[in-house]
């Protein structure tokens, strides 16, 4: 079977196209010669049968054996097709080897042997294959020093060494992207690939694949990514076509030539092999991938105080929390979100050459580790990136550390191992029972509140000492920053931002991205004193859309202040998207009618996204807060309003006029 070109494609000039034969020959990322059935599979027996069969070994363990040294049977393609066994015995020296980005791994070599080795000789290179020292490369060396086969493993890309030796020589690093590794001219080797293809690999550079050239023709390599840090992360590519075993099958089969099954309608291929090297072994691939941590940065590579600063701008005025989400591994992709390429004036092609025809959000894991950036890698430098995504940035005279985008460098810099937790889909629940279902509770207390006195909060609109740490919240604040007599909604540019909430017993996160809404009149037909049209105690009249809308429910201390890590929203007066006054006069009597709003906590018992309905619950005891803040859930409220008929240390459900708009998004655990 072969895969002819598939999807026209005009983006590029004619100049960039390859013309191909409909089965032309292949490279790594490979040119289809290799897309016929191989008869067998070639790889030895003794890594065949053993591997499988090695049950003492961990899951992870058994995938990292298949990462470093696993062929998937493409050894018919190097050395059959390619002929680079032939190449690399007669004339490639570890010098060579080393020049091309490959990389030696120095704990597979008896002390000394660099030393005294002719590292001009490709007689050395051959010993250093036959001991299983070249990184990525796996061959078949007889007794008189002759590659009877050559294949790749996943290594080959995704790994390096430390260069605890010399520069290409020391200990494994698994996951990390070989950005020195020439792919393209190691492939251009083949005597067997004509002078046009030759000519498109060795226009690739360091660090560059094409995973489709031999599906479409198209000329346009992206960077090798890492294979570390994957663990929490929805879709691994840059094109976010499926999860990373998907990702592992399409390369085993159709670039790296492995005998193994791949198919995928849209994309035009089936490619069916048996017996299959690769299906079976993807599970315990995957496993140890997602068992790779990412390296954390090297110490006194970054400024911590400029990192903290950094931080808050990332957070807040840059925008860069709004797509890269601490929470959720640093990309919305985990919530699904993919990104057309004028979105962030990303170049084209590489989406439009597969099925999703957008990008992910590229996570931040150890961004020091593998410049360039974007999946073209037109980005040299992190301040290339800041630059690219917010053309107006310029850097100022000095260290990085001066200035915004310095402060933003900074923080990316600082990214190390990411949280262990791994997101999951949260149960979507069927629609919660209405108010019919659960009347009201209309026993809520007349007593007043003390809200007593509350600390001045200062906005700055730089950001640069507003630290996300210590509270919940996090703001945007746009170009301007609200007094505490407006609504945040009413400034330009104040759409999105964050605070915690409840979640059946989990902590987890509400993206506010609209304004709040609040309409009048009100059902009881009385006026609503509040500067922001909101009020406390009678139901609204008019909603933000039609349908059903689920329910937020404000946990509000009433006559106490709880310690500040359980109140969400812990600034009275001020909360993202949130009004800043409220009517409580309902409640309260006179001189209520425009009161700050109170500091308070949220529970919701569902995960629809969009417009809330906002009901209050009034805490009075502090006790009874503190078995709230242990149970996290609208069940223990319920308990504790039942356990309560009389309204003494907690509140029915008070209505409201207000509604807020924000989708739930799992958390890193705030209280």
């Known amino acids: 079977m072969c895969v002819a070109s598939l999807r026209p494609h005009h983006s590029r000039p004619p100049q960039q196209r390859v013309a191909l034969a409909r089965c032309s020959l292949a490279s790594l990322a490979t040119i289809l010669v290799g897309c016929t059935d191989h008869p067998s599979p070639t790889a030895p027996a003794s890594r065949v049968v053993p591997l499988l069969a090695r049950a003492p070994l961990t899951v992870p363990a058994q995938g990292q054996y298949i990462f470093r040294h696993w062929t998937f049977g493409d050894e018919p393609f190097w050395t059959d097709t390619l002929g680079l066994n032939h190449v690399v015995e007669t004339a490639v020296s570890p010098a060579t080897i080393l020049a091309v980005g490959l990389k030696v791994d120095a704990e597979r070599l008896p002390p000394g042997f660099l030393a005294s080795a002719d590292l001009t000789s490709p007689a050395t290179t051959v010993e250093l294959l036959r001991r299983d020292a070249v990184v990525g490369l796996e061959a078949d060396v007889t007794a008189d020093q002759h590659i009877k086969s050559l294949g790749i493993t996943c290594a080959l890309c995704h790994s390096t060494v430390d260069n605890s030796v010399t520069a290409g020589v020391g200990r494994r690093l698994d996951g990390w992207p070989n950005r020195d590794l020439n792919v393209g001219a190691i492939v251009a080797l083949s005597p067997a690939l004509s002078a046009a293809v030759k000519a498109v690999f060795n226009s690739w550079g360091p660090g560059k694949y094409d995973a ?263 703001l945007n604040p746009g170009p301007a920053s609200p007094s505490f007599q407006q609504t945040q909604n009413e400034v330009d540019g104040a759409e999105f931002g964050f605070t915690a909430g409840w979640f059946q017993g989990q902590t987890v996160q509400f993206f506010y991205h609209k304004p709040f809404f609040c309409r009048t009149p009100v059902e009881d037909g009385n006026a609503v004193g509040s500067s922001t049209g909101c009020e406390v105690g009678s139901d609204g009249t008019v909603d933000p859309r039609p349908g059903s809308i689920p329910t937020l429910f404000v946990m509000t201390p009433l006559g106490f202040r709880p310690a500040e890590a359980t109140l969400q929203c812990p600034v009275v007066g001020h909360c993202i998207n949130h009004p800043s006054t409220i009517d409580l006069s309902r409640l309260f009597g006179a001189g209520t009618e425009n009161a700050p709003l109170p500091a308070h906590s949220h529970i919701v018992d569902q995960v629809e996204g969009n417009w809330w309905e906002l009901d209050v619950v009034g805490v009075k005891d502090p006790a009874t807060w503190d078995q709230i803040v242990a149970g996290r859930s609208l069940a223990t409220v319920r308990a504790l309003q039942a356990g309560d008929p009389t309204g003494a240390k907690i509140t029915g459900d008070i209505p409201t006029n207000v509604y807020l708009f924000f989708d739930v998004r799992p958390s890193t655990g705030n209280p």
């Open 212 to 474: 489709e050239f031999n599906r479409d023709g198209i000329n346009d390599p992206v960077v090798i990514p890492p294979a570390f840090g994957l663990h929490g992360v929805a879709l691994e590519t840059y094109t976010a076509e499926g999860p990373v075993s998907y990702w592992n099958d399409y390369v085993a089969v159709t670039q790296m030539h492995g005998h193994g099954s791949f198919s995928d309608p849209v994309l035009g291929v089936d490619i069916q092999q048996t017996p299959d090297r690769v299906t079976p072994v993807l599970p315990v691939l995957r496993a140890y991938q997602l068992s790779v941590n990412t390296p954390p940065p090297r110490p006194g590579s970054f400024d911590p105080t400029a990192a903290e600063r950094g931080r808050a701008v990332f957070n807040t005025t840059a925008r860069c929390a709004s797509c890269h989400m601490p929470s959720l591994a640093f990309s919305d992709v985990n919530l699904g979100i993919l990104h057309d390429p004028a979105e962030t004036d990303m170049d084209p092609v590489r989406a439009g050459r597969l099925k999703n025809h957008q990008y992910r959000t590229t996570p931040l894991q150890a961004l020091w580790q593998h410049p360039p950036y974007f999946h073209d890698g037109s980005a040299a430098t992190l301040l290339d990136v800041v630059r690219a995504l917010r053309p107006g940035v310029r850097a100022r005279p000095g260290p990085a550390t001066e200035g915004r985008s310095g402060r933003i460098l900074e923080i990316v810099v600082a990214r190390g191992p990411l949280p262990s937790w791994r997101p999951v889909l949260l149960p979507r629940l069927g629609q919660i029972a209405r108010r019919d279902a659960f009347p009201r509770m209309r026993r809520f207390s007349m007593r007043p509140s003390n809200f007593g006195c509350v600390t001045p909060f200062l906005l700055v609109s730089i950001v640069a000492a507003c630290s996300d740490q210590g509270g919940p919240t996090q």
